[in-house]
């Protein structure tokens, strides 16, 4: 058995804890593993490396992916498409083993209808894959989330300022509502409810008229006002899969704010700084369990499926339900979170 393992879409930590996982795993069976470089752009370009217990030994705290990662896309256009799957067998591969998120997930399901053997692993800060309670990554980004609000905190409220905070968060809050009830925010807004600029000056002009003359709002990079169509970002940039980079809605708001009450605002956006550096204990645990699962359904010839935890069980389930919808934000934990806006 030959299984090709590639990461892509976005990077996060846990990636090279899944890479140890397989390879640790597979050299139980016995099995052979090739790491392909950059995504799927490996496959497309012939770009891989041989993967065996020495060369994955050190990498688990590592953040980042050895493999590197891409946002290519091969079904951008039919050539691209059949390279990939020329490349596949060229290689010698028995099986795609995909870790990512939708976009890189939508595209091994795509080559298993073509007949290609694929497993996904499920990847994304975001948390926002359908099928599965947790991603790893996301316990990452929500402790760096964590870690940035108790330093605005102390700054924020020595120089009476309200701080906008922007975190990841295309379609899902999830970063932002776990990251900010963790880091005690005083307002969270979330791409599940449009918000209402008035609503968030109003929290801010109470607090000042309490005495607490500091807030700090946490809003997720897909949030976006009511009466606005579509995303606020910087430039109309799009990604290989047509997705706009976001990233703008923070300067937004805080001038909005600074405007309405005339409270000095300023903001910061954490960006990439979510993304990297070491995984959790519980999101390198749990890259552990994806990976040893992803080459356990291999072994038991189930392919076309994706590892997911349920409760706080690894099952697998078809790729196609992993990446049929974005999973939204429980909005019982928001409203816990609502009782300590303001």
């Known amino acids: 058995m030959k299984i090709g393992i590639l990461t892509g879409g976005g990077d996060c930590p846990g990636l090279n804890a899944v890479i140890r996982a397989v390879v640790r795993k597979a050299a139980h069976y016995n099995y052979e593993v090739i790491g392909i470089k950059d995504g799927w752009k490996g496959l497309v370009e012939l770009n891989a490396m041989p993967l065996n217990v020495q060369v994955v030994s050190g990498i688990l705290s590592r953040g980042g992916t050895i493999l590197g990662t891409s946002r290519t896309n091969p079904f951008k256009s039919p050539d691209t498409a059949d390279q990939a799957v020329q490349n596949i067998k060229k290689l010698g591969l028995d099986v795609v083993i995909a870790v990512g998120g939708d976009d890189t997930l939508g595209v091994a399901a795509k080559l298993f209808k073509q007949g290609i053997k694929t497993i996904g692993v499920p990847k994304t800060i975001d948390n926002d894959l359908s099928g599965t309670d947790f991603t790893f990554g996301f316990d990452t980004a929500v402790s760096i989330v964590t870690e940035a609000l108790d330093r605005l905190h102390t700054t924020t409220e020595a120089h009476h300022r309200t701080m906008v905070v922007e975190v990841m968060g295309r379609h899902a809050g999830w970063i932002a509502t776990y990251g900010g009830l963790a880091g005690g925010a005083d307002m969270i ?111 038991a010839g189930k392919f076309g499926r994706m590892a997911a935890l349920q409760g706080n069980k690894i099952v697998d389930i078809p790729l196609e339900e992993g990446v049929k919808q974005t999973k939204t934000v429980d909005m019982e934990i928001y409203k816990v979170a609502e009782v300590f806006f303001g």
């Open 189 to 299: 807004l979330i791409p599940e409810m449009p918000f209402d600029v008035e609503d968030v000056c109003n929290v801010v002009k109470k607090r000042a008229h309490e005495g607490r003359g500091f807030s700090i709002i946490v809003v997720a990079e897909g949030a976006v006002p009511k009466g606005i169509e579509g995303y606020i970002a910087k430039d109309a940039k799009k990604d290989a899969f047509g997705h706009v980079v976001l990233g703008g809605i923070g300067e937004f708001l805080a001038k909005a704010i600074e405007k309405k009450t005339d409270v000095e605002t300023r903001h910061v956006v954490l960006g990439h700084l979510q993304r990297g550096g070491s995984p959790t204990a519980y999101d390198r645990i749990l890259a552990c369990r994806y990976g040893v699962r992803a080459v356990e359904l291999i072994h």
